[in-house]
């Protein structure tokens, strides 16, 4: 990982930022220069997610617990991070869980986990930090990960595949609601990612064959770093074995 200044002042708020896509997003944020604040529901794994960030980048790195399904937390953690860090200019929400059965098999309660986390937990946290970029007069970028199946289905993926295409729909609604002030939206719909995801999904898959945590870490500071006008609308990043 290579340091840069692309992003120097600015300060990122992620959330799902103790593992996978969360913490590789975070930790290069902070190599282009950005203030972090990681949030996610382990305390104890994000002092070590910004203790490898202060030694690899020198970049300060805020741990705050931060449920996205519990609006109360959401409020603190947000409340922290501009106490703390003074501004918000950048959201990723890369928190989300997936739980991948027949349809016939998939529980109320595992439906309404992934539509909790996976749509509600985003709207949660992008209202909250749209409210703070509002009130700070200049802008800022929120990028969601619908990934692959925000935009195609699979099988077993009902659940997530609501959950996700429900992302793209609130996504766009909200770039027309909060375009007036200068809040950019990015979709990125990442393939698959060889993350923890993954690592209790009884299917047979090939993660040697997937994008890795840098790649779709890289394509977060690409969107989160379009200056002027510029906004990266909708990315498609898929693994060389999935191309069009």
């Given at each position: 990982?290579?340091?840069t ?20 997003a ?7 220069g ?34 996205v ?6 409020d ?35 439906f ?49 595949c609501?959950?996700?295409?429900g ?9 027309t ?5 200068g ?8 393939g ?14 090939q ?38």
């Amino acid at each position: 990982m290579f340091k840069t200044h692309e992003l120097n002042g600015k300060v990122a708020f992620v959330t799902g930022a103790s593992s996978g896509i969360g913490r590789r997003a975070a930790e290069t944020l902070a190599a282009a220069g950005a203030t972090v604040v990681l949030a996610a529901r382990r305390y104890d794994r994000l002092v070590e997610v910004a203790g490898q960030i202060g030694q690899t980048t020198g970049q300060f790195a805020l741990p705050v617990v931060c449920d996205v399904t519990q609006p109360a937390q959401v409020d603190a953690a947000v409340n922290e991070a501009v106490q703390e860090c003074g501004r918000i200019d950048i959201l990723v929400n890369a928190a989300g869980v997936g739980i991948l059965k027949p349809a016939p098999a998939l529980s109320q309660a595992d439906f309404d986990l992934m539509l909790d986390v996976n749509l509600r937990g985003v709207f949660t946290v992008t209202q909250r930090v749209a409210r703070e970029m509002q009130r700070q007069g200049q802008g800022g970028v929120v990028i969601n990960l619908p990934g692959s199946m925000g935009r195609a289905v699979m099988a077993n993926a009902a659940g997530y595949c609501a959950s996700k295409w429900g992302v793209v729909g609130l996504t766009k609604a909200l770039a027309t609601d909060l375009k007036r002030y200068g809040i950019r939206f990015s979709l990125l719909y990442l393939g698959g990612v060889d993350t923890p995801f993954w690592d209790g999904i009884d299917m047979r898959i090939q993660r040697d064959k997937m994008l890795t945590v840098d790649d779709a870490a890289q394509a977060i500071v690409y969107a989160v770093s379009q200056t002027g006008a510029a906004v990266v609308n909708e990315l498609v990043l898929q693994p060389e074995s999935h191309q069009v």
